[in-house]
């Protein structure tokens, strides 16, 4: 999913000289791109996804001499490709990866929100990401660093990342001191009691390609040479292409830069020598200063005074503890894998009304959680119907925000606080 809303940018920043200096030394630049889409997604989406952005980027790394990338794909997006027979994508992953110019992650099967997951589920989690990738892209899927969905961080899950053998995890760079333009990008971190080193993206850096127009942020990005430190971005790879179609051939240009130095994050992390002891905030790469100031560390999924939010927790607290126990019953297998694909952090981000809204999503994951418990032969009927009255209520109040103006008008207020508005497959959300 994308971010919640970009970074304010002051347009006349992208005056002035493009490039660096004559005799300053290549500016090194990482790019996290993060690519998904969720369980058992519409095909025509996701073949529309593949014809305007995967492909392209593909493309441009397969082209352009010394382009190179760090990819988070989810398995629930890799396993689709091989369902819909959009195997050249999966034979350029590999073939990118083996010419070096593809560094991959690890992460979560279905893109679950993981700081609210119980330890054995985000672990299960992890694991089946590694091993249905692994089982498409083959060998050559060797994840050293960890993308955690949303770049949502708990000091749990970096101690259950670190026990997984991974040596890095990105995240916002609000992470570190809960507010923005705190981070030294010469400097390394490294989670305070692990062994595990934390790379923080540039926000501003990140955030150009998702408001600002194609020319403005090519001047604004190639700006921030100057400043002659590493730019680490790390954005959703849809940006390029699918929610902002020409934004692709922006990162073409940029990346035939010779003032840059393009980079993974492994390799990023290798020029880095001393290394800080931290304990990075619990976060997301949507929060605000405002929010964890609050104390609300995940806003657009778990919002205090969200109700529907709270719904969608209590029946998803409900169910995941019942079916992952019930390994006896004579249906577990298939209500496991409805409860594996349920735990996306989806109808949480489109019941946020920050603006993301959705009451065909918000049904849809109330939905799939209950059918894990209806598949089990063994669930005591109170508890089933517990869960059923739950996703009904999360139904009925979707509808009445829909239907009363309720939604439109948190929307509308929400996107009154900023100046520059977000795009989502093409177009403005207004």
């Not at 705190?182 to 390394?188: A, F, H, K, L, T």
């Not at 940006?239 to 393009?262: C, I, N, Y």
């Not at 959680?369 to 508890?383: C, D, G, I, N």
């Amino acid at each position: 999913m994308i971010n919640k809303i970009p970074y304010q940018f002051n347009n006349q920043r992208a005056r002035g000289r493009d490039l660096p200096l004559n005799g300053m030394s290549k500016v090194k630049w990482a790019s996290l791109l993060h690519i998904y889409q969720p369980p058992n997604w519409d095909p025509r989406v996701i073949k529309k996804v593949a014809r305007e952005s995967y492909r392209p980027i593909l493309n441009i790394l397969k082209k352009q001499k010394g382009a190179k990338i760090t990819l988070n794909i989810n398995a629930s997006l890799t396993e689709q490709l091989a369902r819909w027979k959009l195997t050249d994508l999966i034979s350029d992953l590999k073939l990118l990866a083996k010419r070096g110019r593809i560094e991959f992650t690890g992460s979560a099967q279905y893109h679950g929100l993981l700081p609210k997951l119980p330890a054995s589920e985000i672990v299960r989690q992890i694991r089946l990401n590694t091993q249905t990738n692994r089982k498409y892209l083959g060998k050559i899927y060797q994840p050293k660093g960890f993308f955690s969905p949303e770049l949502c961080y708990s000091n749990s899950v970096a101690r259950l990342v670190a026990k997984e053998k991974f040596d890095w995890m990105a995240l916002d760079e609000i992470a570190l001191t809960g507010k923005l333009k705190s981070v030294d990008w010469q400097q390394g971190y490294q989670v305070k009691g692990t062994s595990l080193k934390i790379i923080f993206r540039n926000r501003l850096a990140s955030d150009l390609f998702l408001a600002q127009p194609q020319l403005a942020a090519k001047k604004m990005f190639r700006r921030l040479y100057q400043k002659n430190q590493p730019i680490i971005l790390a954005l959703d790879g849809e940006t390029f292409g699918h929610h902002r179609p020409g934004m692709e051939k922006v990162l073409q240009e940029l990346l035939k830069d010779k003032a840059t130095e393009k980079v993974t994050y492994s390799e990023y992390l290798k020029e880095l020598r001393d290394f800080k002891k931290i304990t990075p905030l619990a976060s997301s790469w949507a929060s605000s200063e405002q929010e964890l100031q609050k104390g609300v560390a995940y806003e657009l999924w778990d919002h205090p005074r969200n109700p529907i939010h709270r719904l969608q927790w209590q029946l998803f607290n409900l169910v995941v503890p019942i079916t992952a126990q019930k390994k006896s019953d004579p249906s577990f297998l298939k209500a496991r894998l409805f409860l594996d694909q349920a735990e996306n952090s989806d109808p949480f981000w489109w019941a946020s009304c920050h603006p993301w809204w959705s009451v065909e999503i918000i049904e849809a994951g109330a939905q799939r959680l209950v059918k894990a418990l209806t598949l089990l032969k063994t669930v005591p009927a109170a508890k089933l119907k517990k869960a059923q009255a739950l996703s009904s209520k999360i139904a009925n109040l979707a509808h009445l925000w829909q239907d009363t103006g309720k939604a439109a008008h948190e929307k509308k207020m929400f996107l009154a606080g900023y100046k520059a508005k977000p795009y989502l497959a093409g177009k403005k959300v207004i």
